[in-house]
C-alpha cells in the first residue's frame, strides 16, 4: 500500500488497483479556436495543468500503472449530443460547426485531439464521452471493473465540469478518488479553488485532492 500526504486526510492505495483517469486534455478545451474559447472563456488559464498532467503520466507509466484519457465528443451526425446541450446560450460556435480545428467536440476532428503533450501511448485506453462524466454512456465502468481497480487517481479539465462530476460518479460507484492538485483547471481560478475545497468537504464527501509533489513522493518512497 502507498500512503499520499492529501486532503483532507492521507490518501491510501494499493498500486496492483489503481488507475490513472485523463479528463478532456483536449486542444477544443485548451487551445485558440476550440469549444472552451467559443463558449466565451479565457483559455490562458488551461497552460498550467498541461505539465503537471504531463508529469503524472510519466509517473504512472513509469510505474506500469493503468492510464485511461477520456476525450468529450459527439458522433458526426450529433445523435449522441442532445439538442439541449448543443442549443443553449449564445456561443461564438455550436457543437458541430466548423472552427479553425475542425467541427467542434466532433469526434475525429483535429480540435477533439488530445494535445501533443498528454497523448495517449500504446496500450492506454481512450474513452469518447457525450457527456461531461465519464461514466455516463460509456465502457468506462467495464473497463476498471477489468482492471480491478478501487482507486483512481485523476487529473485534467475543467475541474469544476468533466472533472468533478466523473469523480462524483466514480465516488457514488464505490472508487476512492484522489485528485492532483496542479493537475487540473477552470477557466475560472475561483471555480477551481471551489471545486477543490468542496471535494474535501465532510470528511472527503466526494474524494481527497494532493498536490504533485506529495503524490510523487509516496510513489519513490
Ligand atoms: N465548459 C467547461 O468548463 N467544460 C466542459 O465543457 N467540458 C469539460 O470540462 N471537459
Redo the contacts with the bound molecule.
Keep these: 500500500m502507498i500512503t499520499v500526504d492529501a486532503s483532507p486526510f492521507e490518501f491510501t492505495f494499493d498500486p496492483a488497483a489503481t488507475a490513472l483517469v485523463v479528463?478532456?486534455m483536449?486542444r477544443d478545451?485548451i487551445e485558440p479556436g476550440g469549444?472552451?474559447e467559443t463558449?466565451g472563456?479565457d483559455i490562458s488559464h488551461m497552460q498550467r495543468a498541461i505539465a503537471p498532467t504531463a508529469m503524472l503520466l510519466r509517473l504512472f507509466r513509469e510505474e506500469g500503472w493503468p492510464v485511461i484519457h477520456t476525450r468529450?465528443t459527439h458522433a458526426q451526425d450529433l445523435s449522441n449530443c442532445p439538442p439541449a446541450k448543443r442549443d443553449r446560450g449564445s456561443p461564438a460556435l455550436r457543437i458541430g460547426d466548423i472552427g479553425p480545428m475542425g467541427r467542434i467536440l466532433i469526434q475525429g476532428e483535429p480540435g477533439a485531439e488530445i494535445i501533443a503533450e498528454c497523448a495517449p501511448v500504446a496500450g492506454e485506453t481512450v474513452i469518447d464521452k457525450p457527456g461531461?462524466g465519464a461514466f455516463y454512456a460509456t465502457e468506462l465502468g467495464i473497463i476498471l471493473e477489468g482492471l480491478g481497480a478501487r482507486s483512481l487517481v485523476f487529473a485534467?479539465?475543467?475541474?469544476?465540469?468533466?472533472?468533478q462530476?466523473t469523480m462524483r460518479e466514480a465516488n457514488d460507484r464505490g472508487f476512492e478518488c484522489l485528485l492532483i492538485e496542479e493537475a487540473t483547471e477552470?477557466?475560472f481560478p475561483a471555480f477551481k479553488a471551489a471545486t477543490l475545497d468542496m471535494i474535501r468537504a465532510q470528511g472527503g464527501i466526494v474524494g481527497w485532492t494532493a498536490p504533485l509533489a506529495s503524490f510523487e513522493k509516496a510513489i519513490q518512497q
Excluded: A, M, P, W
Design positions: 479528463i478532456d483536449q478545451f469549444f472552451g463558449l472563456n468529450e461531461k485534467g479539465v475543467t475541474t469544476e465540469v468533466c472533472v462530476t477552470s477557466y
